[in-house]
């Protein structure tokens, strides 16, 4: 099917409920308890953006959404949701897919460099407190200095080894390093490669620009993340989706109100990005929400309880899709309230006591209209998903990967000349031009030749590296932009 402009249809209730493409750029909210039907409207949402010509990029933390490549016809429950519903035309068909895995086991490789992640998403990774954040800061700042190249982790452990070997040197320019803090930075490092999250830093980096094609029918590309052994690692799941939405936010140029976004950018688990955060971090990750509209981005968020979003955030996400809550506790019956309150009202419809009532599938819908309006709550029933729920099997997703135009370009890492390489080969060359030691004379340790090469190079490194230039994005530094 080519691209179609137009409205998209979402869900059927006492009318026909519509999401304007050149509204959805203003943002949203899929929320629901568990077993809901918010996986389901993900899917149709997705869909529908395909067929517009927009791309998308969605994880899968459950390992269920593949069969959107595939189409359906194999539920009879779709079946009957489609009687039901009277949608005359109907079809089942599948859609273009990429897939992409951190650990590039499903899907193409996705990485980064250490030095674009930036000490601030870098500090949440590794689950630092304060104090040793700062000294992620100092890392990073005297790699900038020094010219010294930021891009997988073995180049961060040199660096810290370098940065605690001399930290009285450091000390009167850029502060205080404790040996503890260094210390906690090594061992969580540590953790990190444990659990294969050394695979995501390194190069070649993901292209962004990768992220945003078309099939030869015109149809957005579904960028689909196999988050399932991902999201093993709450932190690590959040704070990758979140850098990523800081490169579009970063990368992209300003558009202003396009007829339809660029990309939509589903954010799943919403409420593992908003857990124990800082609050520096917080205020960025609202100033990009509320910018990145502007480049025709428009960001999804699914989660269970709308009191998982902060309000500054749930303020700027014009379009929702509100599922079934159950009111078992106090805090229960306050997210019920709190879901009811943010729609615009409907004289005809009790909201609170409707979101309790809901089933499976059927919600509580309010979209923006083409000025940007919110409509008025309906009780709707979110129309089915064309593809198959059930997902591929592993060989159908590997031959989805072999034949995709990307299979190649991520596929073999590059393992440039940066910090590791550059502070290993100081170390060698140092001891290799260390005068021989008398048989007396108790030897330096090798820690010690170490320190010593080190330091007296380090004024060289400035002149000698200037060309090695670290970049980083809006959240990247602490210490500003580019």
Request: charged letters at 20%; zero cysteines.
């Given at each position: 099917m080519a691209a179609q402009p137009g409205p998209i249809l979402v869900a059927k209730g006492t009318q026909e409920v519509y999401l304007y493409p050149k509204m959805a750029n203003r943002h949203g909210l899929i929320a629901g308890a568990t077993g809901t039907g918010k996986t389901v409207t993900l899917r149709v949402l997705a869909e529908q953006f395909s067929n517009l010509g927009v791309p998308v990029f969605m994880a899968d933390v459950k390992g269920d959404l593949t069969g959107i490549a595939k189409p359906g016809g194999d539920n009879p429950r779709i079946a009957d949701r489609v009687k039901d519903l009277k949608l005359e035309g109907f079809t089942y068909e599948g859609y273009p897919v990429a897939f992409w895995d951190v650990f590039a086991e499903k899907g193409h490789p996705v990485r980064t460099t250490v030095s674009e992640m930036g000490p601030l998403l870098l500090a949440r990774i590794l689950n630092l407190n304060e104090t040793q954040a700062g000294v992620v800061n100092i890392i990073f700042k005297i790699a900038d200095d020094n010219g010294l190249l930021l891009l997988d982790l073995k180049d961060l452990r040199s660096m810290a080894q370098y940065v605690g070997d001399n930290a009285s040197q450091f000390k009167v320019r850029y502060?205080?390093?404790?040996?503890?803090?260094?210390?906690?930075?090594?061992?969580?490092?540590?953790?990190?490669?444990?659990?294969?999250?050394?695979?995501?830093?390194?190069?070649?980096?993901?292209?962004?620009?990768?992220?945003?094609?078309?099939?030869?029918?015109?149809?957005?590309?579904?960028?689909?993340?196999?988050?399932?052994?991902?999201?093993?690692?709450p932190k690590v799941y959040a704070t990758f989706l979140l850098w990523l939405m800081s490169e579009l936010f970063e990368q992209m140029p300003e558009v202003g109100d396009p007829p339809k976004p660029k990309l939509v950018f589903f954010f799943d688990e919403a409420h593992l990005l908003f857990e124990d955060i800082p609050k520096a971090l917080q205020d960025k990750i609202e100033q990009v929400v509320r910018l990145i509209r502007s480049k025709g981005i428009g960001v999804y968020f699914i989660t269970q309880n709308p009191l998982d979003i902060p309000d500054t955030v749930l303020g700027q996400l014009g379009n929702r899709v509100q599922h079934a809550l159950r009111a078992y506790t106090p805090r229960d019956q306050k997210a019920v309230r709190a879901a009811a309150e943010t729609f615009r009202a409907n004289p005809g419809l009790d909201t609170a006591k409707a979101i309790l009532e809901l089933g499976v599938g059927e919600a509580l819908v309010s979209l923006l209209d083409e000025k940007g309006i919110p409509t008025m709550v309906d009780r709707a029933w979110v129309v089915p998903p064309h593809s198959t729920l059930t997902p591929l099997q592993p060989a159908e997703m590997a031959g989805i990967v072999r034949s995709s135009v990307l299979f190649g370009a991520y596929e073999k890492t590059v393992d440039r000349e940066s910090a590791y390489e550059i502070l290993t080969a100081r170390a060698e060359k140092a001891a290799a031009q260390a005068p021989a030691v008398p048989e007396k004379r108790p030897a330096k340790s090798e820690t010690e030749v170490l320190v010593g090469a080190l330091a007296k190079s380090a004024a060289h490194a400035i002149g000698s590296q200037v060309g090695r230039q670290i970049i980083r994005g809006v959240l990247g530094s602490l210490f500003g932009k580019k």
């Open positions: 502060g205080n390093i404790s040996s503890a803090s260094v210390g906690a930075i090594q061992r969580n490092l540590l953790v990190i490669e444990e659990q294969g999250g050394g695979k995501f830093f390194g190069e070649p980096a993901l292209d962004i620009n990768d992220l945003m094609q078309t099939d030869a029918k015109g149809r957005g590309i579904i960028n689909i993340l196999m988050a399932d052994r991902l999201l093993q690692s």
